[in-house]
């Protein structure tokens, strides 16, 4: 019996895994199949982070999307936030420059309807200071005719001082 060379055995273990190792350094050179599921990417996109299933499992890669997937919800909420805190300021702002010109309005309005109210007095006192003429006038046509009836009578009785009863017409019965 001859004894075997440890060496000889020994060598061909060390080839073996010499061999092994340079395999595994030659697939790092080498990129992954885009489908490759111990890549972290998923088709040709990373995503941020190690996420695949054989990394964290099923139940942490679903709580994984689920938190992704609300931060993308927050960030869209975010967004939407500022968008409509924009269009209230900008609404905000037309509120307050029509309000401003209601106020600039109403203001006019008073001094409108105040002026009004003034015209409508005068015309009120215009017309009843031209009723009381009217009235004036009425009377003084009045005085006016009972003096021509006086006259005309007393101009009958200087023509006629005893005829004046002679001259009526006598009853229709007589």
Avoid at 48 to 67: A, N
Avoid at 112 to 126: A, F, G
Avoid at 153 to 164: H, Q, V
């Amino acid at each position: 019996m001859s004894r075997s060379n440890p060496l000889r055995i020994l060598l061909p273990v060390a080839a073996l895994f010499t061999f092994a190792g340079c395999q595994a350094a030659a697939d790092l050179l080498l990129e992954p199949a885009p489908t490759d599921p111990y890549d972290g990417f998923e088709g040709t996109y990373p995503e941020l982070g190690v996420s695949t299933e054989s990394d964290l499992g099923p139940k942490e890669k679903r709580l994984l999307d689920v938190h992704t997937e609300l931060l993308r919800e927050k960030l869209r909420i975010e967004e939407a936030n500022r968008e409509l805190r924009a269009k209230n300021q900008d609404l905000q702002h037309q509120l307050d420059a029509m309000t401003k010109n209601y106020e600039t309005e109403r203001g006019e309005r008073a001094v409108h309807e105040s002026n009004l109210q003034r015209v409508r007095q005068d015309l009120q006192e215009r017309e009843a200071m031209i009723l009381a003429l009217r009235i004036e006038k009425a009377k003084a046509e009045q005085q006016a005719l009972l003096l021509e009836i006086d006259l005309a009578e007393a101009s009958l009785r200087t023509a006629n001082p005893r005829g004046a009863e002679a001259t009526a017409m006598p009853p229709a019965g007589r």
